[in-house]
């Protein structure tokens, strides 16, 4: 299943919330960690139990998995902590371009840039490429996995850095410097259109918010390039031939929908889409069924069986329509590029047991074709 | 008026109990709005309906859908405020500030907020006809920085036309006889403990105690007592499944929440999802609510 991406060194798992991404993400990098590679996976905000069971520190610190029944010595972890990331990223680029640390502080005490760096526009995307980033370059590892935060849509995550990259771009602050005129801001005769445009913002939100937003915009003067530089950079990696998205999704028609949606665009924007994941798509206890049961379920009346068997009849039933629906699926995407069905395993899957089941999952899969 | 707001982790059934919800309050007599957060709609597709935008669309008796973005809200908001199209329409189109109103933090979400909270008893902005509103609002660490927004606002912006509108959101959002939230999870480790850390952080937040939602369960039945031979491994299954759903329904207890159980509810049939979401209304355990 995955010699495509057996050269992979970036793969990043991308999804809506809830589909499980992180125990997916942890599953690939133990997969190809047990092939003997360096794997190091980063994970967003993962289940206490699965952080407790892979061992990974709070700190964000890289730390080596060992766990019960995991074979590998080369599978490695870390929690991305995105308020953190962020802020260091931006000390960092504050005191880089020659800014004193008074410049930095003033940044992070900014009322407005705390709110910009909690889970609101897309810092958290920024800030889990950026870390992806120092990974790759660290050189320390032969691949990097990344899980990616939840979204509400999966396009979400790889318009994210863009957004944010264009509030920082140094357009708006000229534009907020310019009004700043010596005889008082908004007095400006040069730019008419600029200052009817300020006013209005102004009008709709009031004097102190834009004055909390001139300080922000004037704060990035002379280091906000070093964040355009890095979202440019990040994009290169995105669209380098060894760095494979793989799309995880739920059982779901609207979500299945959307995963044709997102595989256009993905590809539209450069990247490549390797695999397209369906996560829980089956039951396991179906494999295991006779064929006898299957049709006696299905064939009596409903009034004629009990309670637990017209359960059982219909998880069969919507079963039936799954198995329909992903094969016509697989037939939609494959132009686009290869599926797969992972099982709904029936147990609780946060915590590293469940991550080697759904391994094991994987590398059958592999084995089959 | 009354706003329902829905939320819970990613995946656990969120807009199918809103749509629920929705449709029982139609079903009650109530003019209701179903409202979606976002560019996307979900509804559209999965209930067929026709094109669901900004302006509700009629569906059912009673019961309407739109779809509510940021930058739309905004858009609403800022038009009403300014009051001169010439001057809205200079400020919308300009590339910067475009770009300032996608990211700028916390406006979309406070403008949202806004159109949520904008019938009485704040009344700002266009009329909104209806009794209900049920809102499909974003799943858990998103639903925060969406409540978070006002306050966060009201904080940091003490005076002005911004500052005003964040209070007098706050003070519907806290107002019991108006808000109601719900938080969805169902019997997995990871909905029940990020649902439980919702539950509290949400009651922190605005004091109302939201309605905890277990979605997806199984009847309590003794499944191994029914198994031909065949049947064995799905029976075991069951049991398994059960005694987990006993379990996390324990935690929500012991925290001080009883849950409202709703069934596992199959999906047999192709098309539209409105049979599932009417055998999902239907369920007797929706009477503890006082609807």
């Given amino acids: 299943m995955f010699d495509q991406l057996a050269k992979a060194k970036v793969l990043i798992c991308v999804g809506s919330g809830g589909v499980g991404k992180t125990t997916v993400a942890a599953a690939l990098a133990a997969l190809f960690a047990s092939q003997g590679r360096r794997v190091l996976v980063l994970t967003i905000d993962p289940a206490q139990r699965l952080k407790t069971t892979l061992g990974l520190p709070d700190s964000g610190e890289e730390v080596r998995i060992q766990g019960p029944g995991l074979k590998t010595e080369t599978l490695y972890g870390a929690v991305i902590n995105a308020k953190a990331t962020f802020d260091d990223f931006v000390s960092r680029a504050v005191t880089g371009a020659g800014l004193g640390k008074d410049v930095a502080e003033r940044i992070l005490r900014n009322k407005l840039y705390l709110q910009l760096s909690t889970t609101l526009s897309g810092s958290q995307e920024f800030t889990s490429l950026e870390r992806l980033y120092s990974a790759v370059n660290s050189g320390l590892y032969d691949l990097v996995v990344l899980d990616t935060p939840p979204t509400q849509h999966a396009i979400d995550f790889l318009q994210a850095p863009q957004k944010l990259a264009a509030l920082f771009n140094d357009k708006i602050s000229q534009w907020f410097r310019q009004t700043e005129s010596k005889t008082g801001w908004l007095r400006s005769v040069v730019h008419a259109g600029t200052v009817q445009v300020l006013g209005a913002l102004e009008r709709l939100t009031g004097s102190e918010f834009m004055r909390e937003l001139r300080d922000f915009f004037q704060s990035l003067e002379g280091w906000q390039g070093r964040l355009e530089d890095r979202v440019t950079a990040v994009h290169r990696l995105l669209v380098d031939p060894d760095t494979h998205f793989v799309l995880v999704t739920s059982f779901d028609a609207a979500k299945l929908q959307e995963a044709d949606f997102f595989a256009r665009e993905i590809r539209k924007g450069g990247y490549q889409l390797s695999r397209v994941l369906i996560n829980r798509a089956f039951p396991l206890w179906r494999e295991r069924l006779t064929r006898e049961e299957d049709r006696r379920l299905v064939e009596t009346p409903i009034s004629a069986l009990s309670p637990q068997l017209q359960l059982a009849r219909q998880m069969l039933l919507q079963d039936d329509l799954r198995s329909q629906q992903y094969q016509e699926f697989v037939q939609m995407m494959a132009r686009q590029c290869p599926v797969e069905r992972l099982p709904e395993l029936g147990e609780d899957v946060s915590d590293i047991e469940g991550v080697l089941h759904l391994q094991s999952y994987l590398m059958r899969q592999g084995d089959s074709k | ?291």
């Avoid at chain 2, 709609?41 to 900004?54: A, D, G, K, R, V």
């Avoid at chain 2, 539209?272 to 209304?281: D, G, K, Q, R």
């Fill in chain 2, 1 to 291: 008026m009354k706003i329902q707001f829905v939320t819970g982790k990613g995946g656990v059934g969120k807009s199918a109990v809103a749509a629920a919800l929705a449709l029982r309050s139609a079903q009650s007599g109530k003019r209701t709005l179903l409202v979606e957060l976002g560019g996307q709609s979900f509804f559209q597709h999965s209930l067929q309906t026709e094109s669901i935008t900004y302006t509700p669309t009629l569906v059912r008796p009673n019961l309407s859908i739109a779809l509510w973005s940021g930058p739309e809200c905004l858009k609403e908001y800022a038009l009403h405020l300014l009051k001169i199209p010439q001057l809205y329409q200079l400020f919308f189109e300009n590339a910067v500030s475009r770009s300032l109103i996608n990211v700028a933090p916390a406006l979309p979400e406070l403008a949202i907020l806004g159109k949520i909270t904008s019938g009485p008893p704040r009344n700002v902005g266009p009329a909104l006809p209806f009794d209900c509103l049920v809102v499909d609002a974003f799943a858990s660490g998103h639903f925060l920085a969406l409540l978070q927004a006002p306050v966060g606002m009201a904080e940091a912006i003490k005076m002005g036309p911004m500052a005003e509108q964040s209070r007098g959101i706050q003070a519907v959002m806290r107002d019991p006889k108006i808000s109601e939230y719900f938080v969805v999870s169902f019997p997995e480790e990871l909905p029940v403990v990020e649902g439980l850390d919702l539950w509290q952080k949400i009651q922190a937040q605005v004091g109302i105690k939201p309605v905890a939602v277990y979605n997806r369960c199984l009847p309590d039945l003794d499944y191994l007592s029914e198994s031909s031979p065949g049947l064995r491994p799905w029976a075991e299954q069951m049991k398994q499944s059960l005694t987990q759903q006993k379990r996390f329904a324990k935690e929500w207890v012991q925290a001080g929440v009883n849950p409202l159980i709703l069934p596992w509810v199959a999906q047999t049939t192709r098309g539209s999802a409105w049979p599932f979401v009417e055998a999902l209304a239907q369920d007797p355990a929706w009477s503890a609510l006082h609807v």
